[in-house]
Structures are given as structure tokens and as C-alpha cells.
């Protein structure tokens, strides 16, 4: 099998220029899938002043959302078509399940067709009480050009949370994908094009992140950076764009509680326990990676829950009934395990995995499950990016919503109950973006995603999310006479 070669996507192709590659070796088996331009700052001047032109003097701003819209729905049906081939390519760059890879890529069709329906709606308001000769209007337009710079663990749905919602507002955008998995964000914006969507609307630019990431951030003709990322790049990522005063969004780390109550209904809860940890190999931003049990269920919960972790199976992601993929690289690899070590130094009970899957050429982890994990332990409070569950139990409402809020992060926290009030009481002093009862890692198009604390700001997806790539203008009106305020 040969590896896929890119070069930037430019003004609606790719640029062909000659330039050196980031090679991307899978990561189950080692062996080079793709290869990816390394751009320099210079590439990145080039997609930027691309965007500028198709934003400044280009048609698709001036478009109606009627026109808009057609061509979102049409591009959503050329990523539908090429279906198998994203989710290929997805499974080869991530080492993620197959299984996991067509759900991200059913999820940017939906995410595409939701975004067309609010092109057609984006509108702004009109005050008309503001006394008999006064009018205004708040009109909504596009912010511009957007930089986008996305992460490695979910790299088409998470550029596609932004990408459809800029457009359908009127934006230009300018990618920077992961350096470890740019394929999909090349394919996807070759799309566009084929969908009609004018030249040098959608470009992308691979590479560093501290070479053409930071070129993006620190470029002026930016107006909006959309940053999905690690906590400690988005704080970077904010400082450089402070420069040209543009605004950001941050959709940072999470360390996400799981939290179940004895009146829970307990098999959709011991579900939900893996679902929280396990999917998506643990390399999930919203990740119930912290179990909370109510001692009265704990004992017969936890051993359930590690069982069937047990016998996840872990391996090849091209398998259909594969559990976990690989870890994304070594060095994260090598992490995940050094959390796993720590936890058992610290003295939280290892009830199973905690260690990789011997022999294999690739980054596998077993999945693993600890018990007694206390809020002074390392895996309580970092977030480990992989499939390793911490268990914590606790007796009251009061003391779990404690625990759940002892975080730097507030990205998402998960609630199983069978009682109204206390979902509703939980859903009230969760301090997170996102709570969902009964459910985990669930979402719509319609649904937007934010974060609060460490875990960042800004809305990605549904009305607040399209809002994002828009701004209001304000204009107000006089009509008939008007009173001199100076009578000099
Ligand atoms: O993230 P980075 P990485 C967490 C997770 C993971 C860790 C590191 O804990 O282990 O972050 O992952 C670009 N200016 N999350 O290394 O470094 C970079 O090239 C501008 C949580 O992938 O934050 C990539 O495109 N851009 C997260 C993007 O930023 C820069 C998902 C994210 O990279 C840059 C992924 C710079 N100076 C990891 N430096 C989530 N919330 O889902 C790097 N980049």
C-alpha cells in the first residue's frame, strides 16, 4: 500500500509545490499512511491572503443563504458519497475502531445539513420602540476570515463542528489539522470545491503547530480563531492572537465526572461506565474519565464495570468488533502508561489492564479500571487522554457534587439517576459546559459545546455555535425632524 501525499490546499487546489513532508506512520502498525506538507510561515501567508480575497472580494459572502445552503446540502452529499474512503482514512491516521470512525463521519454529514438550515435563517433583530423616530437594526454579517486549528483525536467531526457553521455564516477559513492525522481536512476541503464552493473559501495548511499554527494565530488578516486543543496550547494560542486583538474560541481538556446514583437504572449505567472511558481508545475531550458510585451499589457496580472491561477487546482497529484502537503515538502512549504507574504509587487499586498489550507493534493499552481513587491522586486530577477509568465512591448528593466540581476543568459531567429532582438538583450545581442524565457522550448538531474553567469558552455547533462566525452591526436610525442639541 502506497502512503497518501498532500500538499496545502490553496485558492481551491492543491498546490503541488515542492516542499519537505510530515510522514505519519500508523499508529497499530508502524507502517507510513500519509504524508503531509510541512508548511512554512510563508505557506500560511499564502492561504491567509487567499481567504482575504475570497471573503473581501469574493462571491460567497455576497450570496444569498438560499445559495449558501444549496451548496452546503451538495457538499454534504459528496462527503456522503466518499463515506468509506474518510472513515479509512480516519482508522489508518488514529488507530481509532472502525467502528467509532463511521460514527464521526455519519456525524459530519448531520453536521453539514444542520449547518445549511441556519444559513438560510441568519438574521439579526429590529428595535422599533425606541420612540416614534428612532429605528434600529441589528444586522448580523460574517466576522471574516477564520483560522481553525484543530486536534488528532477526532479530526474530521471536530473540524467539522466549525468548518460548515463559518460557511454557512459567509466566512473564509483557513485550516491547521493535527500534524499526526491532516488527511481528512484535505479530503474534506477538496470537496468543497467539488461541491461548488468557490476558491480559496476553505484552505488548509499542514505542518507544526509552532511553525504554521502560530503563523495562523499571529497572522493580521485573521478576524476569529476556533481552537480545539490541549489547555496549555489554547493559553498559547490566546496570547498570540492578543496581539492583533482578534477573538478566540477554546474547546480545551476535560476531566469529566460520571456520576451514579443507586437508583440509577445500573445496566444502562455499567454501559455507560465503558462508554465514558473507553471510547474513542479514551482519547476524548468530553470523557467521563472519573467514576463517582453511591457506596450502597459501589461493590457489585465496580466489579461489574471492571469484568467487562476485561473483556474489551483491544487490537487491530480495522476489526469490526474491536474495543479499543491504539494510542495516537509513542510519546502519548508512554504517557498514558506513566498515569497508570503513578496511580498505583499513589495507592488507588488496580482492578484490571494497567499495562500495554504485549507482543504488538503498535500503542495498545489495556483497558484498565481503578478503585479508591482519592482526590489527592494524580489520575483524579490530570487528564490522561487514554482507557484508564478512576472509581471514587461516595454517600450524599452534596458530597459528590464536590468531588465532581474539584477540577480545573468544566468541560461535560454525566449524571444517572431514575429521580427527576435529582438530575435536576445535579444538573443545577455541576459546574460544566454540558451535563447529560442518563446518557453519556451524546450530542445533535443543534446542540452546542462549551466549556467553563480550564476547559475554555466559546460555543461550538448548534444556533450559538453558527453565532460564533457572525457579528452584529448596529444601526441606528433618526426619520423626520430632529431637534438641534445646540442652540449655537
Ligand atoms: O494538542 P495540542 P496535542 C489534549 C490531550 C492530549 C494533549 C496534547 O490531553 O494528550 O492535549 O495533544 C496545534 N500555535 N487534547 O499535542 O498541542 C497543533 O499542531 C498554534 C485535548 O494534539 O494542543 C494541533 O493542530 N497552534 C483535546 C492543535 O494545535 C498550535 C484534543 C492541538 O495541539 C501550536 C486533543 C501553537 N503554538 C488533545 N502548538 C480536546 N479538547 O479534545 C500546537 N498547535
Redesign the pocket.
Known amino acids: 500500500m502506497s502512503a497518501r501525499q498532500y500538499t496545502h490546499y490553496i485558492d481551491g487546489r492543491f498546490d503541488g509545490k515542492e516542499t519537505s513532508y510530515v510522514d505519519r506512520n500508523s499508529p497499530a502498525t508502524g507502517e507510513m499512511v500519509a504524508r503531509f506538507a510541512s508548511g512554512e510561515p510563508a505557506d500560511m501567508d499564502r492561504a491567509v491572503a487567499a481567504a482575504r480575497a475570497a471573503f473581501d472580494n469574493g462571491p460567497w459572502p455576497q450570496m444569498s443563504g438560499m445559495e449558501r445552503a444549496a451548496m452546503l446540502n451538495k457538499y454534504a452529499d459528496l462527503v456522503h458519497d466518499n463515506f468509506d474512503k474518510l472513515v479509512r482514512i480516519e482508522v489508518e491516521e488514529v488507530g481509532k475502531p472502525i467502528r467509532f470512525a463511521r460514527g464521526d463521519i455519519g456525524g459530519v454529514v448531520g453536521l453539514i445539513r444542520y449547518a445549511a438550515s441556519l444559513a438560510m435563517q441568519m438574521s439579526g433583530t429590529t428595535y422599533t420602540n425606541l420612540g416614534a423616530q428612532k429605528t434600529a437594526l441589528l444586522m448580523r454579517e460574517p466576522i471574516g476570515v477564520v483560522g481553525l ?5 477526532f479530526p474530521a467531526l ?1 473540524l467539522m463542528q466549525k468548518v460548515p457553521f463559518a460557511l454557512a455564516a459567509g466566512c473564509t477559513v483557513v485550516v ?4 499526526f492525522t491532516s488527511g481528512s481536512a484535505f479530503e474534506l476541503a477538496a470537496l468543497a470545491t467539488a461541491a461548488g464552493i468557490p476558491e480559496g473559501v476553505l484552505n488548509v495548511v499542514s505542518g ?3 511553525v504554521v ?2 503563523a ?2 499571529q497572522n493580521p488578516g485573521i478576524d476569529f480563531i476556533s ?4 489547555t ?3 493559553q ?2 490566546i496570547e ?1 492572537s492578543a496581539k492583533n486583538v482578534v477573538k478566540t474560541s477554546m ?4 476531566k469529566s465526572a460520571n456520576i451514579v446514583f443507586a437508583d440509577a437504572d445500573l445496566d444502562a449505567a455499567v454501559d455507560g461506565a465503558l462508554m465514558g472511558v473507553f471510547f474513542n481508545n479514551g482519547e ?2 468530553v470523557s467521563g474519565s472519573r467514576l463517582f458510585v453511591q457506596s450502597s451499589v459501589a461493590d457489585e457496580f465496580v466489579k461489574r464495570v471492571a469484568e467487562r472491561s476485561a473483556r474489551l477487546k483491544v487490537g487491530n482497529p480495522f476489526d469490526e468488533d474491536t474495543d479499543i484502537g491504539a494510542m495516537i503515538d509513542e510519546k ?1 502512549f508512554s504517557k498514558v502508561l506513566a498515569f497508570v504507574k503513578s496511580a498505583v504509587a499513589e495507592g488507588a487499586q488496580l482492578l484490571t489492564g494497567g499495562h500495554a498489550v504485549e507482543p504488538s507493534q503498535g500503542n495498545f493499552v489495556q483497558a484498565t479500571v481503578f478503585d479508591r481513587v482519592t482526590p489527592s491522586m494524580t489520575i483524579f486530577k490530570e ?1 490522561i ?1 487514554g482507557p484508564v477509568l478512576s472509581v471514587t465512591r461516595f454517600e450524599t448528593l452534596d458530597e459528590v457534587v464536590g468531588l465532581a466540581n474539584d477540577s480545573v476543568y468544566g468541560l461535560s459531567n454525566y449524571v444517572w439517576s431514575k429521580n427527576i429532582d435529582t438530575v435536576m438538583t445535579m444538573a443545577k450545581k455541576l459546574k460544566s459546559g454540558w451535563v447529560q442524565a442518563n446518557t453519556i457522550i451524546d450530542g445533535a448538531p443543534q446542540l452546542p459545546l462549551t466549556g467553563v474553567k480550564g476547559s475554555g469558552f466559546g460555543y461550538e455547533m448548534g444556533q450559538a455555535g453558527f453565532e460564533e462566525f457572525t457579528q452584529l452591526k448596529t444601526l441606528f436610525i433618526h426619520t423626520g425632524p430632529r431637534q438641534p442639541v445646540f442652540s449655537q
Open positions: 486549528i484543530t486536534p488528532w483525536n471536530i491547521k489539522p493535527s500534524e507544526k503547530g509552532s499554527g502560530k495562523l494565530t481552537f480545539t486543543g490541549s496549555r496550547t489554547g498559547t494560542v498570540d474547546e480545551l481538556g476535560g476524548c475531550c502519548h487528564e487522554f
